[in-house]
């Protein structure tokens, strides 16, 4: 080490004083004149490339109110790259508390740029006067290029516990004009919850749209014709079936049955398909499921299932990948995650909330299902102790066999 390196303290201390003098003097607050002389920044300049981000990010009302702040804003604010993502909220104020996109600039959107949407939704109350405008608009998109078409109703009842509006189905001929201008790009169509589409009107879409890879519905509107077509040689393969099986009515709605012949056709042809199936059901309602072999690969349960159905999924569902259950009753599921674990060998995430479990059957289950079990999301008090382990036991035993750190969640991460 060099001799002389380091100053005596006395010269640092010196120094440090007058470090300080100098920064107070960089730091002193401006005073309000000064302020005033500050140049304001130029928005007017913003490159367009930011402006379009900005605009992205804002609610149509306020996007349109921005465009009238300079003429640079407003050539932003027709750019194509704008208007391919767009979703119409048609809702009326006394029915709904979400704020309805204005009529004056739906007529704008339309009039302008139909032939730039790619990816259109439509949000929807229960009124029939929502339901007429989203009829009217959907006849009018007749030179899209659409990818992706939502129809999604926001209300409870929905549109599908309304009389039908005469002369004005979606899919009859608003749906089926459109689908028909749109055979070639339409990849994905989401109908879970949508007002007054027939059975016909998703099979029409079915025979038209040879590029749709994902397909989202209510179980009202699915069938074996469906499947079929969805399964027919012209049609490409499809990546997601989604299906929301929702009871409004306990012990009122009627459930149909699909065919195993149907649904073995449709995974014949598409082999490599993810059949996800939402189930918010009453006990009584669960008969018509799960009697036979069905090609579900991600099963959740909204509501309370029974053992008995807990035990049928496990001898009828060979794919499965995803198993979510909500809630059961005071039953310890032992036998059927046991049964689950030995039958479905492609399980991989597991969740369970207001459940019963011994401790024991469930490290059972998942020394069964080792380490593919990358998701594990189990609430706390879903663990009955036994003589075998206590909960401070198990966190160990689990993740031994995970082959990874585990513990209950207090929350569930689903």
Not at 287 to 310: A, I, M, N
């Amino acid at each position: 080490m060099k001799r002389g390196g380091r100053k005596s303290n006395k010269a640092s201390n010196q120094l440090s004083d007058e470090e300080n003098t100098i920064d107070d003097k960089k730091m002193k607050i401006p005073d309000e004149e000064s302020i005033r002389d500050i140049p304001s920044a130029d928005w007017g300049n913003l490159i367009p490339e930011i402006v379009l981000h900005i605009f992205q990010h804002l609610p149509l009302l306020d996007r349109a109110h921005a465009s009238q702040v300079c003429r640079r804003w407003n050539q932003v604010f027709h750019m194509p790259e704008l208007w391919r993502c767009f979703e119409f909220e048609l809702n009326q104020p006394a029915t709904s508390y979400l704020k309805a996109t204005h009529p004056e600039l739906i007529k704008q959107i339309i009039k302008r740029h139909s032939n730039h949407l790619q990816y259109v939704s439509f949000k929807v109350d229960s009124s029939k006067e929502s339901a007429e405008a989203a009829c009217d608009i959907l006849s009018q998109l007749v030179n899209c290029s659409l990818k992706t078409l939502g129809l999604i109703s926001t209300a409870r009842p929905s549109f599908m516990d309304l009389p039908k509006i005469d002369d004005t189905p979606v899919d009859d001929p608003s749906l089926k004009v459109l689908v028909a201008n749109n055979s070639d790009t339409l990849k994905l169509l989401k109908m879970s919850s949508c007002p007054h589409v027939s059975p016909a009107g998703i099979l029409c879409v079915a025979d038209q749209c040879h590029g749709l890879r994902e397909l989202a519905l209510n179980y009202h509107l699915l069938s074996d014709d469906l499947l079929l077509a969805l399964s027919s040689e012209k049609h490409v393969r499809l990546e997601h079936l989604r299906i929301d099986v929702v009871s409004e009515n306990p012990g009122q709605t009627h459930f149909h049955k699909i065919e195993k012949s149907s649904w073995d056709a449709f995974i014949k042809h598409s082999p490599k398909v993810n059949l996800v199936m939402y189930f918010f059901l009453y006990e009584e309602e669960f008969d018509p499921f799960f009697r036979y072999e069905t090609p579900v690969t991600h099963l959740y349960f909204g509501r309370s299932v029974s053992k008995e159905v807990l035990g049928r999924v496990g001898m009828t569902c060979p794919r499965l990948v995803e198993l979510v259950v909500c809630a059961n009753g005071l039953r310890p599921l032992d036998e059927e995650l046991i049964c689950i674990a030995e039958h479905c060998k492609n399980l991989s995430a597991v969740g369970l909330g207001e459940c019963e479990v011994s401790c024991s059957a469930f490290v059972e289950f998942v020394k069964m299902c080792g380490g593919r079990l990358s998701q594990l999301s189990i609430m706390e008090e879903v663990l009955i102790p036994d003589q075998k382990y206590s909960l401070e036991q198990i966190h160990w035993e689990v993740s031994k066999h995970l082959g990874r750190v585990w513990f209950p969640d207090m929350m569930p991460t689903w």
